[in-house]
């Protein structure tokens, strides 16, 4: 009885973090849409907790799938996540939060490293493009940890929110195409 209770404690785990990762929602936004408090969330999404039928069907009406499959071995994939009803509020009504949506937390990490630690580098002092950065910090073994989150999406649109909201950087669109940029730091 005890193996199937961890069985299907890690199986809601598993199918939890999956449910996530295809909304792009982090472990606090989840809380948050439910109501299940962020440390029995993480629980949880271990698969180290039971849950009881109630918080089955609220966690299902969030992604809108029958509450049963959760406990199934079988990963639950979703069609079109970002069309379910519940989701598309959440994402409405907290938009603005970057600790709820994986994609912005990582934007914002990036954000912030390039601001306090590469911008006023020596790295900065000739014009780079965003894929010389990610090649940087893959070999910086100070930046070791983030070489996961410094892909190109999130390395062009960190320099263009910074070019666009600090006075931190000059920008020269290389190909004339506006998709092309490399940067510098001002002087």
């Given at each position: 009885m005890q193996y199937l209770e961890n069985k299907s404690n890690f199986n809601v785990g598993k199918n939890l973090r999956s449910l996530l990762e295809q909304t792009d929602i982090t472990i606090s936004g989840f809380s948050h849409a439910t109501g299940i408090s962020l440390n029995h969330a993480r629980v949880i999404m271990n698969g180290k907790a039971s849950i009881t039928i109630k918080t089955a069907e609220n966690i299902a009406a969030l992604f809108s799938i029958e509450a049963g499959r959760l406990f199934l071995d079988e990963i639950i994939k979703l069609k079109e996540p970002r069309s379910i009803p519940a989701?598309?509020?959440?994402?409405?009504?907290?938009v603005r939060n970057e600790k709820f949506f994986v994609q912005k937390a990582l934007e914002n990490s990036v954000t912030m490293i390039l601001k306090n630690d590469l911008i006023p580098s020596p790295l900065f002092d000739t014009w780079v493009r965003a894929k010389e950065i990610i090649t940087y910090v893959g070999e910086d073994k100070k930046y070791s940890a983030y070489k996961a989150i410094f892909n190109s999406k999130a390395v062009s649109k960190a320099l263009g929110r910074i070019y666009m909201n600090?006075?931190?950087?000059?920008?020269?669109?290389?190909?004339?195409?506006?998709?092309?940029?490399?940067?510098?730091?001002?002087?």
């Open positions: 989701i598309v509020k959440f994402y409405q009504e907290n600090t006075d931190l950087l000059d920008r020269d669109d290389l190909r004339g195409n506006r998709r092309v940029f490399q940067y510098k730091r001002k002087l």
